[in-house]
């Protein structure tokens, strides 16, 4: 991994929020649907190999299917998406198979760098979430994270997902502040820091995988982690 990009983040104007987003950020996407497509895989005989190959694959078509209108419930999109994915590796889960990836976001648990971050930006800061989720997906997750966060600003009452402008500006209106009042801290590439750039909101990126950001996406500072993220936050 490169070394953290940090010289273009300013802290003027001094944002009054901090926002989030949750899955991969702040809870462990990867490791849990991992898991899961790995015991599907197991029950169908299948090396767990393919389970990366098939989170990518429902990756790329959750991008598609949150593009599309009309809007749709989150967990309607992990079902078809899944089943999607898998069909695309040769494999047929069952229903109830799918429903257990599909649920699985209300397992998730924070990654272990996170309850004291966020504790450190709670001091001086107004925390929010903005996620792709829907409210009763993400109300558990949350809860686990055990953090008192001021706003949870879901796809669902925007009817919009990331990386669309409209969810960003219906988030900033029902929390009554600027963008420019804000940070949005996240390690979604497309989803997140797309709209930052776009919308020229500042962006944090934790790349928690070692991945290679996207120049057209500039500017946004770079760390490995949450506490990268408050060390940027909090200075001195």
Known sequence: ???????????????????????????QW???????????????GESGAKAAAILDSFS???????????????????RTGFATAFAEHGLTPTAEEIERIAMSPKTMGPHPDVPDALRRLRERYRLAIFTNSDDDLIAPTV????????????AEQARAYKPSRQMFEHAY????????????????????????????VRGIWVNRRGETGNPDWLPYA?????TGAADLLLPG
Do not use: N
């Open 173 to 200: 209106k029902t929390m009554g502040v600027a963008p420019d009042e804000t940070v949005h801290v996240a390690l979604g590439m497309y989803w997140d820091m797309k709209a930052c750039h776009d919308l020229g």
């Open 143 to 154: 809860a686990a994270i055990g953090a008192p966060f001021d706003y949870v600003i879901t």
């Open 60 to 78: 790329a078509e959750g991008r598609r299917l949150t593009a599309e209108k009309p809007y749709r419930l989150y967990k309607d999109i992990l």
């Open 30 to 44: 990867y490791e849990v649907l991992l898991r899961e497509i790995g015991a599907v895989l197991a029950e169908h």
């Open 1 to 27: 991994m490169s070394e953290p990009q940090v010289s273009m983040f300013k802290l003027d104007p001094a944002p009054k929020i901090i926002t989030f987003d949750c899955y991969g950020t702040l809870v």
């Open 222 to 226: 770079q760390v490995q982690d949450l």
